[in-house]
């Protein structure tokens, strides 16, 4: 609920943990622990780093496209519209014999679509272009798309990876994507949380407190409890989904069933993520963020999104911006190179300007996404209701009434996205699970790969 996904080494299933990131396992045959040990980690920050002029870093993602593009079989690329997408098919261009086929998602609902700036740059290069209407997937399709992931993943760019990927092997085998450009040149706007200059309101720890006491907590309190924090806590509640906060949307506690509230011990809900980061420091300052999104959000959210949603299509997709051309250049640098008074993605800015429309690189971030508020209020409405009757007789670790004023909020006004969303998504894996049980001759029914009943313990 916190991160959108369970933090290495922690699965979904006991006894079962995953690899970390960078990390090589080695068992022998009678041996009772594996060997586990780190092979790779982000380098620090090297003030001594040289930085490369955008000639250079511009042949450097040229020279990761094309060792990326070698392939026996059909190659197009994801065109999202973004800076990071649209180089790539720049580079395609100046190493493929014939048009690059492109594919993009367009929205008919919100305000995501971002087609209109994909079919410039395929216009720009004369790519072969293909759009996919984003409407196509339904309340049934998108519970079966729930049910296939080997462990709930909240990101709901899933959806529209999925079909962005199930379109594109329509056409080709291997597609490339932009997924890493952010992470390693900063391109979120969260990464300016850790540049000097917070203030917090006076009498923030007082405000807290009396939040923290009332029985209920009041809608549109989250925009002035923001003020309140400081840097470090500020870089929490952004990260967050759900945590240890006394606000509306945020409270954990809110959305658990009390008998839950102890076990889930919700005051620890960040402690995974900064576990990782204290390995680059103690000051969350952009360096140290920038660097626990790699092993964090690139890893464990950005990537594994792609290749769940690939794999289920049966799509190869491969990521130039993590060619180790570019990060054994790039990721030495310090993050004052890469975010340049407050401009995001300063070193690959020059080469976008010199390359692509003005419509791609003169405008404000958008990230790949769904219109969820709209999904979830109308297309997506007939999964809500099944999956929260569903959850109520089966699966007692949340608080339905709350999750059922969430959804009636959203069907009236709207704007209720990721915090009932996520725990949507864990719900309908359990069902799914649950889909799969099987009742041989003679005996009580009982899950095989799945879930009759959960309960808090």
Known sequence: MTFDYIPVPRTIYKGVSKLAPGSRFEWTLGDNDPKIERYWTPPPADESAIVPDEYELESLIELAVKRQMISDVPIGAFLSGGIDSSLLVAMMVRHSSGPVRT??????????????????????????????????????????????????FCDPALVPTYSLS?????????????????EVFGGYPKYLLGENGHISLPFGST??????????????????????????EKIRFSWARYGDFPVFRKDLRQLLSPCCHEAAQVQNYFEAWEQKARRYGYTFDTDLL???????????????????????????????????????????????????????????????????????????????TVPLDVRLANAWRPAVETVLEWGESHFD??????????????VTEGEITREL?????LIAWAMGRSGRMSKPPGRTSQPRNGVQHMTCV
């Open 421 to 425: 969303w996520n725990p949507l998504v």
């Open 207 to 232: 405000f807290h407190k009396i939040l923290k006491e009332l029985p209920w907590r009041p809608r549109g309190m989250d925009r002035i409890y923001w003020r309140t924090l400081n840097s470090a």
């Open 166 to 182: 199930e379109m594109t092997k329509r056409h080709v085998k291997v597609a490339l994507s932009g997924d890493g450009g952010d």
């Open 290 to 368: 920038m660097r626990a999104d790699l092993e964090t959000y690139l890893s464990e959210n950005c990537l594994v999104k792609t290749d769940r949603a690939s794999m289920l299509a049966s799509l190869e997709v491969r990521v130039p911006y993590l060619d180790e051309t570019i990060l054994d250049r790039v990721l030495p640098l310090p993050a004052h190179h890469k975010i340049i008074d407050g401009e995001l993605k300063a070193l690959l800015t020059p080469i976008a300007r010199r390359l692509l429309p003005k419509e791609v690189w003169n405008r404000p971030k958008h990230g790949f």
């Open 397 to 410: 670790l949340f608080d339905y009434h709350y999750l059922r004023r969430l959804h009636r909020i959203n």
């Open 103 to 152: 594919f993009s998602v367009a929205f008919d609902e919100g305000d995501v679509d971002e087609s209109s700036i994909a079919k410039l740059v395929a216009q720009r290069f004369e790519t072969n272009h293909t759009v996919l209407r984003a409407e196509q997937l339904g309340s049934e399709q998108l519970l079966d798309l729930i049910g296939k992931l080997d462990e709930p």
